[in-house]
């Protein structure tokens, strides 16, 4: 029997044990266009501010298109500004706006000490510098940018997008679009328009965990290390692992249950260390309750984190929390299932694909413990530069729309390799252009061949 989540997605996969009670239930299609005034008409609309989502709306607009980008927060940028996350991960081959969108943030850092680790030098970010830069971007490639506005469902007619619901400040709206692409990340639009959705791994439904990350200051670089991972063989003054000191305190009760690795990334700045440790397993990041709770939970265990680094690492004697994630860090919620999908083999082996629009996508395989501390299948697994064909974008069954991002169609290992920014900014790149190419020849998302995005791709100076 199809389980329905709480927008009336089609949950295909198990359904994540913790969600059960929140996925029965199901919202029946309301008449939006009579109760709701519309508040706009655009030809494109993209929903979340994100990596994916900043790269679909500027692309569409460069390609000619009348573009809104709708984000719920005040701010745009996603995980990038508000769940600071650093560095950005990840390649795809040369010439797409992933390297655009470095070279603004790096614009003024060019000559901060750059850290080299297995997975290439770290491409930091600054949180609060991004914030403006994003928003120029934007703006500059002429995208109308909604602020602090949901979007809460669609507007269909039959099984064809034409619009979405949006709550803002003033109160519930419509927008009228020709195409909307969904970056939101939770996959929310395509789950209201009825997508199939996957959530988790095959086995049990679990999901990635939660984290905060956050940034601390006055460390004493003359002394302090840097640690990318659990795997980072980093020694202490000691001669001590610090991987093994992080393992023991774990274990003593010291540092939170789950948090057997407190990764120091290096920011732009000296003194500082970008944190991503703190971990929440078995939560549904789509049920508010559960993330109110893990506010409170995860606060605590930055606290932890600080105290720790304090008492036991050399270099961090002094150090104090700068800033924090203004929202929980979401790794995996639904991922939507299209004609096409990113499978474990694509990833494993690399393989290529004439109707690729992401091209040479790298990432380890990186999955986050779901049931528990370190990584799910040991240590990460090795990755080939893969192609990520055009159908992964396009939620099965539904025409009008097309998805960009972590919630694209993929298995839930593939997705643990192109859930990372860089491969995200390429994916919302390309589904800009195929949106834009839709407007212009009348043709659904689903007619526009592969190759005429690809074209748009190489006279940008893509290397596909
Ligand atoms: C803790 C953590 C650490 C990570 N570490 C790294 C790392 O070191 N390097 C790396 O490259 N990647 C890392 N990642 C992965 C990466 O950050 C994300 O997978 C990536 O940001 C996904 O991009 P996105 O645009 O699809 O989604 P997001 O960045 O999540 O953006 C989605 C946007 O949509 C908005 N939105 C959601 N719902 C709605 C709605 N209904 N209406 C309007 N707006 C909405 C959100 O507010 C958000 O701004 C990490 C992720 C986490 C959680």
Known sequence: MQ???FLGGIACGIAAPFAASAQDIHVPATDWKRTLPEYLSVQVAVV??????????????RTGAKVALIERFGVLGGNLTLGHVSPILGAVCPGTMADELRKLLNANHADSPRV???????????????????????????VQVLLCTSVTDVIRDGNRVTGLVIDTPQGMRRIRADVVIDASGDGRAAAAAGAEVKIGRDSDGLTQPCTLEFVVENVDESVAITAWGGTDPVKLPSGEEYRQLCRRKNQAGELPKNVSIVRL??????????????????????????????ETELRGQIDACVAFLRKEV????????????????????????GDAMVDDRDVEQGKKYPDAV??????????????????????????????????????????????????????????????????????????????????????????????????????????L
């Open 265 to 294: 990334h290096r920011t732009f700045y000296p003194g500082e260390r970008s944190v991503n440790a703190t971990q929440l397993n078995r939560i549904n990041p789509l049920d508010p309750i559960a993330l109110g709770k893990a």
């Open 314 to 337: 050399p270099g961090f004697e002094k150090c104090r929390i700068k800033s924090s994630a203004g929202t929980l860090g979401v790794r995996e919620t639904r991922r939507i299932m």
């Open 358 to 463: 992401v091209h040479n996508a790298w990432f380890l395989i990186d999955i986050h413990n779901p049931a528990g501390s370190g990584q799910a299948e040991g240590h990460s697994q090795p990755a080939q530069p893969y192609d990520i064909r055009y159908g992964s974008f396009l939620p099965r069954g539904i025409e009008g729309m097309l998805v960009a991002g972590r919630c694209i169609s993929g298995t839930h290992r593939a997705h643990a390799s192109y859930r990372v920014m860089t491969i995200c900014m390429a994916m919302g790149e390309a589904t800009g252009i195929a949106a834009a190419l839709s407007v212009k020849t009348g043709q659904t998302p689903r007619q526009i061949p592969a190759s005429a995005i690809r074209d748009i791709l190489v006279k940008r100076g893509v290397q």
């Open 116 to 142: 080299k680790t297995r997975n290439g030098f770290e491409e930091h970010i600054d949180h609060e510098e991004a914030k403006g830069i994003l928003a120029k971007l934007t703006s500059d490639a002429g």
């Open 3 to 5: 389980r329905r989540d």
């Open 48 to 61: 979340g501010g994100g990596p994916a989502g900043i790269c679909a709306a500027v692309s569409a607009a």
